[in-house]
């Protein structure tokens, strides 16, 4: 084999003790197999590239787990004990008189050696073979050095990669997509997953997900009481299970008819987002998969990258909510209204189009809020605007001036054309008061409207125009005659 590090080595110890074949097998702890590195032989059974099992790998299993020597001076010729013994042999091997079989370092590799030419091995052979198996070892472990610089070298990029997305002019999703496919490509896994689980609410979404998803579970609420993520968000716990069973009622990810592989290994971690969000981070391999706690140190390291940036998503689209809406009704602030209403204004004027603008004001408000603890009376106040917004076209522009006062934008409609739409309110505050149960009083909307172009064209004149109007309505009901 050129450039083969170990085949030297492994050709030296078939020389000095005549040996009908000797091979190399090193361990893979992360997919738990043992994989040919270097071999003498003369049979023809035994094939150039050989991955084993390591659980079904025969007499290499057997010193690999208990990390001691086995010597054989006989085995019995039977196939079903051969193909057992030694399934590395591909159409099965006899007549071998020796084995000799020791772990080379601490649980890295097992070094192979058995022989047709004598019944076992004298004790010089044996002595030779154990001290090339030691430096075997060493270069084993100059080769592990390698390896782990490679290792913390993939990390390094895997969280290079992660920090270029913060840079990138994209969305959360994609942001997040582009995280997990970085993270399950690092594993060797095939399938990834992110789950997000809003506050107080009993299912969640996966945010993101590899493209092998089922595209039905990636649009689909799912429910937190079911499946080995749900279970994840219920704990709070980290969930590593190497030996997924098809057979088992629990082993499924989200839903029992999810469409996915119910084998292989599994991982899943959770993670909470300072605005009460929580997220799960998965993994799944079809085959079986063990990560080195470097790699896990990896993505552990990279959920707080994800939650990080889920945070710094949250806080911002809240912010700029506070900052939009009213708190206690979710309608658009005094602020964000008067905004929209200097551009609606400009824009009026330079496309010659008109808009009307209403002032709506509920009362008696403050004479019924002394009439109920303040927790009732933001009920009212939130039920009032629901059913405002109810009430009127879908695209008026509604924003909550004061607790019990609204201001309205009718686009591309005259004042008398807004009046139909403004005596839908009539009867809405009536409805709350009967709802809660509040007799002898009335709730009334009193209303002032001003239109662009003809009562105004300048924003002071239309806003003081609209608030007389409003008062003068007030003025009237006050001056009606009781009947």
């Not at 496919?181 to 107080?200: Q, S, V």
Request: aromatic fraction near 10%.
């Amino acid at each position: 084999m050129h450039s083969n590090p170990y085949q030297s080595l492994v050709t030296l110890i078939s020389n000095i003790s005549e040996a009908y074949t000797t091979a190399l097998f090193l361990v893979n702890h992360k997919k738990r197999e043992l994989s040919l590195a270097a071999s003498q032989s003369l049979s023809k059974y035994l094939a150039e590239s050989i991955v084993l099992p390591l659980d079904q790998s025969g007499i290499l299993s057997q010193v690999h787990k208990v990390g001691h020597i086995i010597h054989l001076d006989k085995l019995q010729e039977t196939p079903l004990v051969l193909s057992s013994a030694l399934p590395f042999y591909r159409e099965g091997e006899s007549h071998i008189k020796g084995v000799f079989a020791l772990p080379v370092g601490d649980g890295l590799g097992v070094l192979y050696v058995d022989t047709k030419h004598s019944w076992g091995f004298n004790d010089k052979q044996q002595k030779l073979i154990a001290e090339i198996a030691e430096v075997l070892h060493d270069l084993l472990k100059r080769q592990e050095s390698i390896e782990q610089q490679r290792d913390y070298a993939r990390i390094l990029n895997l969280w290079h990669q992660i920090d270029q997305t913060t840079f990138e002019n994209q969305s959360l999703e994609d942001h997040s997509r582009l995280i997990l496919t970085e993270c399950t490509r690092f594993l060797d896994a095939e399938y990834g997953f992110l789950a997000l689980k809003e506050p107080r609410k009993h299912h969640y979404r996966l945010l993101a997900s590899t493209s092998n998803i089922p595209r039905n579970l990636a649009t689909q609420r799912l429910p937190v009481k079911q499946g080995l993520i749900g279970w994840i968000f219920q704990n709070q716990k980290n969930l590593l299970i190497s030996r997924l069973n098809p057979h088992s009622p629990d082993h499924f990810l989200c839903v029992p008819s999810e469409g996915l592989p119910h084998h292989g290994t599994f991982w899943g971690l959770p993670a909470r987002i300072s605005l009460g969000h929580r997220i799960v981070l998965a993994f799944m391999s079809r085959g079986i998969l063990e990560w080195s706690a470097d790699e896990q140190f990896a993505i552990s390291h990279s959920l707080h990258f994800l939650r990080l940036l889920l945070d710094q998503f949250y806080c911002h689209e809240t912010c700029e909510h506070l900052q939009t809406y009213d708190f206690h009704t979710g309608l658009y602030n005094a602020v964000t209204f008067v905004s929209r209403f200097e551009e609606v204004l400009s824009s009026s004027m330079q496309n010659s189009t008109p808009f009307t603008m209403s002032l709506v004001q509920f009362e008696p408000w403050q004479v019924l809020s002394t009439k109920a603890p303040p927790k009732e009376t933001r009920q009212w106040q939130a039920e009032l605007a629901s059913s405002v917004y109810d009430a009127l076209p879908q695209d008026a522009f509604i924003g909550q001036i004061a607790e019990n006062r609204f201001a309205i934008l009718f686009l591309g409609i005259t004042s008398q054309e807004a009046e139909h739409h403004i005596s839908n309110l009539r009867g809405v505050g009536q409805r709350i008061l009967s709802a809660h149960k509040v007799r002898g009083s009335q709730l009334l909307p009193f209303v002032g409207s001003v239109g662009f172009p003809q009562d105004a064209t300048r924003s002071d004149e239309l806003w003081r125009l609209a608030y007389r109007r409003l008062f003068s309505a007030f003025h009237t009901k006050v001056e009606e005659p009781n009947p």
